[in-house]
């Protein structure tokens, strides 16, 4: 396989491949950066919400004996060592100072320190509010993200379809109408020069010289066809080489030739360019030459051996 087929053929498929790779990338680092700040919101916001929660209602009840001391403390233990935002030490501070007066049961101090646990309450609520914004937004980038991939995903497999469309399909269907037309009797269809790879291109040479051989030797095996075909034929397997050839008649000299031939019969060194054509006609193998004889025409078809 080339270079050009092997790109006609793997890019549009290594490139859908990275794109695919690229998303799921994309989607695993997206999971991993919003579990983490699932994470944030309940390490850092809902333990000071409990913690807030269980002294409210201690205070609320308004027990105030040993055990009730103790819970409050140990809540307000956690609280102060789950501290994460700025506003929420000033709470603390006013709770652990008017909280042994609030359990006491002093009215003043029960209502200074509920008050402190509402805003100490609130403040968390503000945090999770805010990183739930942060994932969200986290979470729309990342959609959009994929959407985007999906999207180039989908133009690159539209330009991809395109191009094996023009690059390969086409040429591949071009051989078999060519083929079909010459099931069904057209004997002068040959594949068309269509932009494809260089084993494509040459599948369609091939294809084009089985047929001109099968046109010859059907030409030679009716003679009553050669009146009328025979030059018409010899000039349509001239026209049809890419470089240079030539009709040399059985005397040697040159019947015809396509535009190439005419080109290099014109140009420096043309003089042994016609001694090697006319020497082709002996049966001779010229330098540089390869002839073919064509017995039902009596003509030589040749072409440069290189060509």
Same mark, same amino acid.
């Given at each position: 396989m080339t270079?050009e087929?092997?790109?006609?053929v793997l890019l549009p498929?290594?490139?859908?491949m990275v794109?695919?790779v690229?998303?799921?990338?994309?989607?695993?680092?997206?999971l991993?950066?919003m579990?983490p700040?699932?994470?944030l919101i309940v390490?850092?916001?809902?333990?000071?919400?409990? %913690?807030?929660?269980?002294?409210?209602? /201690?205070v609320?009840a308004?027990?105030?004996?040993? =055990? &009730?001391r @103790?819970r409050f #403390?140990?809540a307000?233990?956690r609280?102060?060592?789950n501290?994460?935002?700025a506003?929420e030490?000033d709470h603390l501070r006013?709770?652990?100072?008017?909280g042994p007066?609030?359990?006491a049961g002093d009215?003043?101090a029960?209502r200074d320190?509920i008050?402190?646990?509402?805003?100490?309450?609130?403040t968390?609520?503000d945090?999770i509010v805010?990183?739930?914004?942060?994932?969200?937004?986290?979470?729309?980038a990342g959609?959009?993200?994929?959407?985007?991939?999906?999207?180039?995903a989908?133009?690159?497999g539209?330009i991809?379809i395109?191009r094996?469309?023009?690059?390969?399909?086409?040429p591949?269907?071009?051989?078999r109408n060519?083929?079909?037309?010459?099931?069904?009797?057209?004997?002068?269809?040959r594949?068309?020069r269509?932009a %494809?790879?260089?084993e494509?291109?040459? /599948?369609m040479?091939?294809?084009?010289d089985l047929? =001109? &051989?099968r @046109?010859?030797? #059907?030409?030679?095996?009716?003679?009553?066809?050669?009146?009328?075909?025979?030059?018409a034929?010899?000039l349509h397997?001239l026209?049809?080489?890419?470089g240079p050839a030539?009709?040399?008649?059985a005397?040697?000299?040159?019947?015809?030739?396509?535009?190439a031939g005419l080109e290099?019969?014109?140009?420096d060194g043309a003089?042994?360019l016609?001694?090697?054509?006319e020497?082709?006609a002996?049966?001779a193998?010229?330098?540089g030459?390869r002839?073919?004889y064509?017995?039902?025409?009596?003509r030589w078809?040749?072409?440069?051996?290189d060509?």
């Open positions: 270079e087929l092997r790109r006609d498929l290594i490139v859908l794109i695919a690229l998303t799921s990338v994309g989607a695993i680092a997206l991993a950066r579990a700040a699932i994470e390490s850092e916001n809902i333990f000071s919400l409990e %913690a807030g929660e269980e002294m409210l209602g /201690i609320a308004g027990t105030g004996d040993d =055990d &009730a @103790a #403390h140990a307000l233990t609280a102060e060592g501290v994460t935002e506003a030490g006013e709770i652990r100072a008017r007066a609030a359990l009215p003043a029960r320190v008050a402190a646990l509402n805003a100490l309450s609130a968390n609520r945090a805010r990183r739930d914004d942060d994932a969200k937004r986290l979470g729309y959609a959009w993200t994929a959407v985007l991939m999906g999207v180039l989908f133009a690159w539209l991809a395109r094996a469309r023009a690059r390969l399909i086409e591949l269907r071009e051989v060519v083929l079909d037309g010459a099931r069904s009797g057209d004997r002068y269809r594949c068309r269509i %494809a790879p260089v494509v291109e040459r /599948i040479t091939g294809v084009d047929l =001109d &051989a @046109a010859l030797r #059907h030409f030679a095996a009716e003679p009553s066809l050669r009146a009328v075909n025979d030059r034929i010899l397997l026209e049809r080489r890419d030539w009709i040399v008649t005397k040697g000299s040159v019947d015809s030739a396509n535009s290099a019969l014109s140009a003089t042994e016609r001694a090697n054509l020497s082709a002996s049966g193998s010229p330098p030459l002839a073919e064509v017995a039902s025409a009596e078809i040749c072409e440069r051996a060509g």
